[in-house]
């Protein structure tokens, strides 16, 4: 059914732009905000950039590096601080040639780890453009050092002052989307309770859209039932709404049909959820035959070649992150041995690829003998699924409790990862007794490396319940690449310090 209708609604397409003919953004809406707010950070920061590197022309001598660089292309003075500011709308057309504009007015999510790389190669590839043409200009007196230096402050300061503008001006309500959701089942609930944890995403959900028996909403947010599908119309216009998401009702595909021409009408956004999305990866890709986009479904497995890659790599930056968290870890030792008696380090068996037991290192959280209470204490389990996790364990020391928060307890894994137990990014690795108890569908993860980060460490960590964490390894595995392993490895980092389910 998604496929015929996403073949119907291509029709609609601007082939020249991709975007539906009939919902680009208008002013005065959450996604027009988006976007004019994304472009006015990126000219503030591409402005900061070339004053700075204008500031470090005027004394060459300040930065090493650049005295190296100006040795070779000196600057002319003035001049050149008027070029790079002249050329900061040569910048922004760049980035909104590489789509840097579409995830800000489109996205659920707004931005991500991936739009910062995609903006630093539209950087690099910008500046390498600009450099070309300067040397055709005024050959070897091109001033290609403000060029280079330019390049390098705008990568840093880009993503930065979007950062800002997210934690600053998306606060405003006009940047706030109004959501309905088509289909109040499983799926449908599932969205609503994603949506709920991500508070970042500045969505309100109106309420659900369904016309036959609702399902309870269970432990997620308290989302009403507001009407059926053929009040879709009349919801848009009364609530404000600015997305729609079509999540399996019992509509016809010819009904599907109808609520996205709705919302194109309308210029409301719709987001269309899958059917088998189980076995999908979010990059999978589209493949065409005749007008019928095809998804790829890839097979589980990581090929040789694959493996191969992510080992070198595991090697090379788990190394480098060694070297450089020494002093970090001498220092967490210390203050483990102070906090409690036992020893540093906690060992456990865990469960690696094809079923290989394997012993994690990880900094002892826990009082001396804890493993011993486990049973006593299982009755105030509240993971699903075969894991233990218990939110408030009367087992963890004080400075456990610190470590667990920010996530510092898993550093010593990075000598898993060089002794090739684990990987930097993969599923997460289960305690032996725990990876026993999966059954079927849930064996497939232990196929692939365990790693110390991974989609579900990104996702939520303890918030996620066992069957979705199984299905993220599956997605992590089939839309592999390396390129995403750095992008995870990025997007722990603010994981880790928002502290989403850590405990």
């Known amino acids: 059914m998604a496929h015929g209708m996403l073949e119907d609604l291509a029709r609609e397409i601007d082939p020249a732009s991709g975007i539906p003919v009939r919902e680009r953004p208008v002013v005065g809406s959450p996604s027009a905000a988006r976007i004019i707010a994304t472009v006015a950070a990126d ?63 489109s996205s659920i999510r707004g931005a991500s780890v991936e739009n910062a790389c995609r903006g630093a190669t539209a ?83 109106v309420g659900f ?65 899958p059917r088998l999305f189980e076995v999908l990866s979010s990059r999978a890709g589209v493949d065409d035959l005749e007008g019928i986009p095809l998804l790829d479904v890839a097979q589980v497995e990581l090929s040789r070649m694959n493996m191969l890659i992510k080992r070198v790599f595991d090697l090379l930056v788990g190394g480098l992150l060694t070297l450089v968290c020494l002093p970090l870890l001498v220092a967490v030792a210390i203050l483990i041995k102070v906090d409690s008696p036992g020893p540093v380090f906690f060992r456990q068996e865990r469960m ?45 020391t004080r400075v456990g409790s610190w470590l667990r928060r920010i996530s510092l307890d898993e550093l010593p894994q990075l000598f898993n990862v060089l002794r090739g137990d684990m990987s930097l990014v993969g599923p ?43 299905k993220l390894d599956y997605f992590y595995v089939t839309g592999w690449s390396l390129s995403w392993d750095i992008r995870l490895l990025l997007e722990t980092i603010p994981a880790v310090l928002g502290r989403r389910g850590a405990y």
């Not at 026993?436 to 960590?461: D, E, F, S």
Request: proline share 6%.
């Open 209 to 273: 859209l369904e016309d036959g028996e609702p399902m309870p909403n269970g432990e997620g947010p308290n989302v009403p039932i507001i009407g059926s599908l053929q009040d879709l119309e009349e919801v848009i216009r009364d609530q404000r709404v600015n997305r729609v998401i079509l999540a399996f009702s019992q509509a016809r595909h010819q009904q599907f049909l109808s609520l996205a021409r709705i919302c194109a009408d309308h210029n409301v956004k719709v987001n269309i959820v």
């Open 123 to 205: 950087l690099i590839t910008a500046s390498w453009l600009l450099a070309t043409l300067l040397v055709l200009i005024d050959g070897i007196s091109a001033p290609l050092a403000i060029v280079m230096i330019m390049w390098i402050i705008a990568t840093v300061f880009l993503p930065i002052g979007r950062w800002i503008a997210r934690g600053l001006v998306w606060r405003r309500a006009a940047f706030a989307e109004r959501v309905v959701i088509v289909g109040a089942g499983l799926v449908g609930h599932t969205l609503a309770a994603k949506i709920a944890k991500h508070p970042e995403y500045r969505i309100e959900l």
């Open 43 to 105: 000219t503030t920061s591409l402005a900061i950039a070339a004053l700075l590197t204008g500031a470090l022309a005027a004394s060459p001598n300040s930065v090493p590096v650049a005295r190296r660089l100006f040795e070779v292309f000196p600057p002319s003075g003035t001049r050149d601080l008027v070029l790079l500011l002249a050329l900061v709308p040569y910048w922004l057309a760049a980035l909104y040639a590489f789509g840097l504009y579409k995830a800000s007015g």
């Open 428 to 470: 997460r690795p289960l305690w032996v007794e725990e990876a026993r108890q999966c059954k079927g569908w849930a064996k497939k993860r232990l196929h692939i490396t365990p790693g110390i980060t991974g989609l579900w460490q990104v996702m939520g960590r303890n918030d996620i319940p066992f069957d979705e964490m199984v």
């Open 352 to 396: 690696g690829r094809n079923g290989r037991v394997f012993r994690i290192f990880k900094f002892r959280s826990m009082h001396a003998g804890a493993e011993d209470m486990r049973e006593d204490l299982a009755f105030l389990n509240e993971y699903s699924g075969p894991m233990f996790k218990i939110k408030k364990d009367p087992r963890i």
